[in-house]
Nanobody, 121 residues
Framework: QVQVVESGGGLVQPGGSLRLSCAAS????????MGWYRQAPGKERELVAS???????NYADSVKGRFTISRENAKNTVYLQMNSLKPEDAAVYYC???????????????WGQGTQVTVSS
């Protein structure tokens, strides 16, 4: 099977930083894109940042200049460095991995269980 596991969430003061990590493991043939989404209470899940295998990135306007997404292909891992955090960044952050598994060689999205980010003084 395939597992996607996030880590690194927590409580941080406004203006602070956090680094999220997400690792995909299991029967993976190839990972195409990886990305971070977030969902705050009462709101829809939204894209925060994504990165493809070649390293091309895409960011939500609300995080440009503050967040940086990166990945280590050899480790099937994606990171999200979050700086200058604001209270409105508080949410559950989810990792989505677009990959082809070696189970059936079909391309699908796999989601992690989410990690909570709280920004409060």
């Amino acid at each position: 099977q395939v597992q996607v596991v996030e880590s690194g969430g927590g409580l941080v003061q406004p203006g602070g930083s956090l680094r999220l990590s997400c690792a995909a493991s299991g029967l993976i043939f190839s990972i195409h894109a990886m990305g971070w989404y977030r969902q705050a209470p009462g709101k829809e899940r939204e894209l925060v940042a994504s990165i493809n295998r070649a390293g091309s990135t895409n960011y939500a306007d609300s995080v440009k200049g503050r967040f940086t997404i990166s990945r280590e292909n050899a480790k099937n891992t994606v990171y999200l460095q979050m700086n200058s955090l604001k209270p409105e960044d508080a949410a559950v952050y989810y990792c989505k991995t677009d990959l082809t598994s070696s189970i059936d060689y079909r391309r699908r999205d796999y989601w992690g269980q989410g990690t909570q980010v709280t920004v409060s003084s």
